[in-house]
């Protein structure tokens, strides 16, 4: 059974940095493309960032391009979203999920294509 697990969300000021893990259980995450999206209040949820298959290509948000940077470690099967200069604008809760069809050469974040949805992690930017 595919399953992830995100963590790392918290309360941070304007400015300041988390980093989100994707923990995968069931697979082998290197083989598969990986989403990040994040759902505001009252808004629908968005892509944030992906990872293609091992390697591969990664692709952001305008919103968050420069700041944000996907990345994995294979060792652990997880998947991180580094956040930089974090924005009020950027509270959210943030999710992972997996593109179902293996060793994609690219990503896209179309989250109606992701599946195994995690259970999703705060992120909250505040003074």
């Known amino acids: 059974q595919l399953q992830l697990v995100e963590s790392g969300g918290g309360l941070v000021q304007p400015g300041g940095s988390l980093k989100l893990s994707c923990a995968a259980s069931?697979?082998?995450?290197?083989?598969?493309?990986i989403g990040w999206f994040r759902q505001a209040p009252g808004k629908e949820r968005e892509g944030v960032s992906c990872?293609?298959?091992?390697?591969?290509?990664?692709d952001y948000a305008d919103s968050v391009k420069g700041r944000f940077t996907i990345s994995r470690d294979s060792a652990k099967n997880t998947v991180y979203l580094q956040m930089n200069s974090l924005k009020p604008e950027d509270t959210a809760v943030y999710y992972c999920?997996?593109?179902?069809?293996?060793?994609?050469?690219?990503?896209?974040?179309?989250?109606?294509?992701?599946?195994?949805w995690g259970q999703g992690t705060q992120v909250t930017v505040s003074s």
């Open positions: 999920a997996v593109y179902p069809t293996s060793f994609q050469a690219m990503c896209a974040m179309f989250k109606s294509a992701y599946r195994s």
């Open positions: 069931g697979f082998t995450l290197d083989r598969y493309a």
């Open positions: 990872i293609s298959t091992s390697g591969g290509p990664t």
